[in-house]
């Protein structure tokens, strides 16, 4: 029986990058890091995504190379489990189930059997108060083993993992929390308080922000709030330390790490400039600036090749050890707020939002990967508190991705407005869009929406946009093409402008066939003729400001969908200009698929919000899904797929053509899916399938047919030929699935390996004797017994043999004795065809 299928929500990409330290590996061949419940093999080189690490079921916090197999890592996780990778293969080697929430792990080279952890006190997060503890990695043979031997080594330590570090050869840890510095020696079973200085107890911009231990000497490094650096020696005695000071960043230090032999200090925060500090010396810096955003980690290679930086913009950055760039891999970007909401390019499928401040960065779903970024606003941001910028409000692209514009905007502290409009073209050549009209205040009040009218290729219709402003003013533009002169020059053009009572217009939108234009006045409902632009009817009930709008697809284009402040969600048909239902719902997100006639409204109460899956001429909604998650979804859109997905079940079957994504508050990009929770985490080196990796390329189509005829002739063979070996064999099993440095010895495995493969002769071992011996009187026969052999079978059937003497060809001597030998050859096999 199959099991029925059931609609899960699940993390789709752009998660933070940037979350914890990445991890170089022993070669400085690849980055490991963190991207929200999974772990991300990246190539240094290529900047590649080779493998996702998938398994842990809530936020992984951290991860470390194993200090006893550089090729396998450490994951810790939200869900109080630690697994161990081969992360080369992707292969889960084994999970160790703790049960408290992990915040932190160190794995050291001189505690072989054992880890520090950072943990809740008591499991109770919520009291803040979080504790250094030490675990017991038991050594059991099974894949999953519950690990519980704690011990408590510092009791209120702060959680975040850079304010705890271990010291040369793990003899001491180092935590710092507020004003205080502890040092707990392990041999001595001492722990020593150090404050920053008893003259500046009392400033809270002194406080402790990071810490690092020099890999070879007895010093530390910390970071504080005000800037400064300071460098501890001589902690051994309680009395007798010493701290000297550094100062070159304006705000709090974010991360302190030293390069592998300890001559370098490396220091970032929110300046985006990496200094490295030379023998601990404040005479001697060097800087890599304009790193672009504040830096929150930094990372150094095993062998000294490359140092990496964590960006709040959700960027990693992989530089050489002289400061060199070499390689950025960039993260979906999450800005304070996505005022363009959530659009698809027509042309490469990409999500397209507001990126960094004036930019709208183009994001590949399917990679997980950023495409490219494009400047709107062409100026240099300042990082400025308090400093109004100007700000990226609006963005729609027409039906086939050649015209893209924007709205930006700057309100100032008097009340001031400016406001600029931009079209763009997409320039074939370049692969990008290029600036083709500016338009300075099109509005003489912020744009409230645009879109553009809806093109067929067959049809040679004029580019038209369409915004709406708070001025109470709808504005139509239009594509004027310059034929005079030699070069043919377009440029952008109001051709209508339209109002309503002097209402403000809130939204507008285009029919699918582009004959009809619907614009809303606070409550009211216009619609309006594309051709003529004259007001052709008006739509009012019931009571409530518009909040979205947008007309049906397909079979149901004849309706116009929207959603009211007072909680109702209306539908009227456009024949008959009447009210065709209502519901009461408090819609927050109202999209339709373009490529059915399918129709998702979000809503939300006091917590949660669900998803009502509807098409508008059916009473009944297709999909129900309550509280997909907590808060309010801010932003939701319709991808369509390269493929429709078989998809069984008739309640989900709105999923097959079109992919469903939301925003939440938190910028959690989130996606519903019908797989399994096993599907979806089946490691990545089971998917390793290199025929269905191939792309569809007019190359692999060749190369498709033959692979077909040729599959097909092996299937037979392999019937024989699998018939004679030996079936699910555990040694074949072991060399095929495992990976080379976790396996015995080839002396070990070698002997069990042949043995796998030979065939028994317990059967038939007689049988094959006595051939032998006929195989070998075969040679030493003569010809008068063969000769004797041929008049006996024609003494037989003499009459039938004079009948066809003159049609048949004779056989040679030879020829006859190897006709012989095919006789005794056993052809049983055919029968299992």
């Known amino acids: 029986m199959v099991a029925s299928e059931q609609l899960r929500v699940v993390r789709c990409g752009g998660s933070w990058l940037s979350g914890s330290r990445p991890v170089f590996s022993a070669d400085s061949k690849y980055l490991l890091c963190t991207s929200g ?222 390069s592998v032999e300890g001559t370098n200090l490396l220091s970032g925060g929110i300046e985006s400039v990496l200094v490295q500090w030379r023998d601990g010396s404040d005479a001697k810096k060097e800087f890599l600036p304009r790193l672009g955003s504040t830096i929150q980690h930094i990372s150094v290679s095993p062998d000294g090749t490359f140092l990496s930086t964590s960006h709040s913009d959700n960027k990693i950055v992989i530089i050489h050890s002289n400061l060199k760039v070499a390689a950025v891999i960039q993260g979906l970007i999450k800005g ?232 109702f969600l209306c539908c009227w048909n456009l024949l008959s200009c009447t009210l065709e239902w209502s519901a009461q719902l408090y819609v927050v997100v109202l999209q339709p698929d373009s490529l059915s006639e399918n129709m998702a409204a979000i809503s939300w109460n006091a917590e949660y919000s669900d998803v009502f899956v509807f098409k508008p001429s059916e009473p009944q909604p297709l999909c129900i899904q309550r509280k997909i998650c907590r808060g309010r979804v801010r932003w939701a859109v319709f991808v369509p797929r390269d493929a429709p997905e078989r998809i069984s079940s008739e309640k989900y079957q709105w999923l097959s053509q079109s992919q469903f994504y939301f925003m939440t508050e938190a910028h959690e990009l989130m996606t519903f899916s019908t797989k399994t929770p096993e599907e979806r985490l089946t490691p990545s080196s089971r998917q390793l399938a290199v025929e269905e990796s191939f792309t569809m390329t007019p190359f692999y189509l060749l190369l498709g047919k033959h692979r077909q005829q040729t599959e097909g002739a092996a299937e037979i063979r392999k019937e024989v030929v699998q018939s004679n070996l030996p079936q699910d064999s555990p040694a074949i099993k072991e060399l095929l699935h495992t990976p080379a440095h976790v396996l015995p010895s080839a002396t070990f495995l070698c002997p069990i390996f042949i043995n796998s493969l030979l065939v028994s002769k317990a059967k038939g071992s007689s049988d094959d004797v006595s051939n032998e011996a006929e195989m070998e009187s075969e040679n030493g026969e003569n010809e008068s017994e063969e000769e004797a052999e041929i008049t006996e079978i024609h003494a037989e059937d003499s009459q039938a043999t004079e009948n066809l003497e003159d049609s048949l060809p004779k056989l040679s001597k030879a020829q006859e004795r190897e006709l012989r030998k095919l006789r005794k050859l056993d052809y049983s096999w055919v029968s299992a065809l």
């Open 37 to 258: 419940d999974y772990v991300k093999v990246y190539s240094t080189a290529t900047e590649e995504c080779l493998h996702v690490l998938q398994g842990h079921r809530n936020l992984v916090t951290g991860i470390q190379l194993n200090p006893q197999n550089h090729l396998q890592l450490y994951s810790w996780s939200l869900d109080g489990t630690i697994k161990l990778w081969d992360f080369l293969d992707g292969i889960l080697i084994k999970t160790f189930v703790v049960g408290f929430k992990l915040f932190a792990l160190y794995a050291l080279a001189s505690f072989e059997n054992s880890v520090f952890l950072t943990i809740p006190k008591d499991n109770a997060e919520k009291t803040g108060v979080f504790q250094l503890v030490s675990l017991k990695l038991p050594k059991i043979p099974r894949q999953e083993v519950e690990a519980n031997e704690l011990e408590v080594i510092l009791d209120g330590i702060n959680q975040s993992p850079k304010c705890t570090a271990f010291g040369r050869d793990g003899e001491y840890v180092v935590s710092v929390s507020e004003l205080h510095l502890l040092v707990c020696f392990f041999k001595k079973k001492k722990i020593y308080s150090f404050p920053v200085g008893s003259e500046v107890k009392s400033s809270p911009t002194n406080c402790f922000t990071c810490v690092a231990c020099h890999p070879k000497e007895d010093c530390i490094a910390t970071g504080h709030k005000d800037g400064k650096i300071r460098l501890w020696r001589n902690f051994n005695h309680k009395r007798e330390y010493t701290f000297t000071t550094m100062h070159w960043h304006h705000d709090e230090v974010m991360d302190l790490a030293f």
């Open 336 to 567: 304070s707020d996505i005022k363009t909401g959530l659009m698809i390019d027509p042309r490469t499928k990409a999500l397209v939002l507001n990126g960094k401040p004036g930019h709208l960065q183009f994001y590949s779903l399917q990679n997980d990967k950023q495409l490219y970024n494009l400047d709107i606003v062409q100026q240099e941001y300042i990082h400025q508190y308090g400093l109004t910028q100007i700000e990226l409000a609006k963005a729609a692209f027409d039906s086939r991705g050649d015209w893209l514009a924007t709205v930006e905007q700057r309100q100032g502290s008097c009340g001031d407005l400016e406001l600029q409009m931009k079209l763009w073209a997409y320039d074939e050549q370049a692969q990008s869009f290029t600036l083709n009209t500016r338009i300075n205040m099109p509005h003489e009040d912020c744009v409230t929406a645009m879109c553009f009218r809806c093109t067929d290729d067959s049809e040679n219709t004029t580019p038209t946009l369409v915004t709406a402003s708070r001025d109470g003013h709808f504005k139509v533009w239009m594509l004027l093409v310059d034929n005079e002169g030699e070069n043919e020059s377009t440029t952008w053009t109001c051709d209508f402008v339209g109002s309503y009572h002097n209402y403000r217009a809130t939204h507008c939108c285009f029919s699918e066939d582009g004959s009809l234009l619907a614009v809303s006045f606070d409550e009211i409902v216009t619609l309006w003729d594309s051709e003529t632009w004259e007001l052709k009817c008006t739509f009012c009930h019931p009571p409530g400001t518009i909040q979205n709008l947008c007309f049906g697809r397909q079979s149901c284009s004849k309706y116009l969908l929207g959603a009211t402040s007072t909680g």
